[in-house]
């Protein structure tokens, strides 16, 4: 199965800044099929990008993804209070489709 | 807009089965692909596996064995049974709806704890 690798493990930022975060694969994902979620404790975590860059319906523009083959990123551009969340990469073009192990965003 | 509510025991004994139900409001759940995924407490996400509309499945191989999904088209509803849990069957359960075949999983519940303890 392919294993996703995501950095940091924690990020502390200020509302406005700018936050990247990685993802990398133990091999390269098929078609580029890779997905990042917003998740809060005790929430439905949320769909923000899919095929690596494409945002899900109703995704604020500040959200972006890029990335192919094996190293992937998601760029928040102006952080807002909401942004402050958990934040999981999926891979979904092989199977078992399998996920980081999540990126904390936390308020500086 | 659809919707997905996980319900089930919050508390399994060991060595019992976990089962736990999806019910979809606001949409149908056929022709569609229905998903079950699990985070253990301090950990990360895990996927247990899918189930289309039609009754065909894929699991994940760590769990194959002891996995079975079922759909309710009546009920609008698919469930998630897992037998012989232990400790380590600990976890929040969510349910999910994919977009299609080659789609993440977009919609999901807010999920449901589980725990495995005597």
């Known amino acids: 199965e392919i294993v996703l690798t995501q950095s940091p493990g924690t990020l502390s930022l200020s509302p406005g800044e700018r936050a990247t975060l990685s993802c990398r694969a133990s091999q390269s994902v098929s078609s580029n099929n890779l997905a990042w979620y917003h998740h809060k404790r005790g929430q439905a975590p949320r769909l923000l990008i899919y095929a690596a860059s494409i945002r899900a319906t109703d995704i604020p523009d500040r959200f972006s993804g890029s990335g192919s083959g094996t190293d992937f990123t998601l760029t928040i551009s102006r952080l807002e209070p909401e942004d402050f969340a958990v934040y999981y990469c999926q891979q979904y073009g092989s199977s078992p489709r399998t996920f980081g192990q999540g990126t904390k965003l936390e308020i500086k | ?118």
């Open chain 2, 1 to 118: 807009q659809v919707q997905l509510q996980e319900s089930g025991p919050g508390l399994v004994k060991p060595s019992e089965t976990l089962s736990l139900t999806c019910t979809v409001s606001g949409g149908s759940i056929n022709n569609f692909y229905w998903s079950w995924i699990r985070q253990p407490p301090g950990k990360g996400l895990e996927w247990i596996g899918y189930i289309y509309s039609s009754g065909s499945t894929t699991y994940n191989p760590s769990l194959k064995s002891r996995v079975t999904m079922s759909v309710d088209m009546s009920n609008n509803q698919f469930s998630l049974k897992l037998t012989s849990v232990t400790a380590a069957d600990t976890a929040v359960y969510f349910c999910s709806r994919r977009g299609g075949s080659s789609s993440p999983e977009v919609t999901w519940g807010q999920g449901t704890l589980v725990t495995v303890s005597s």
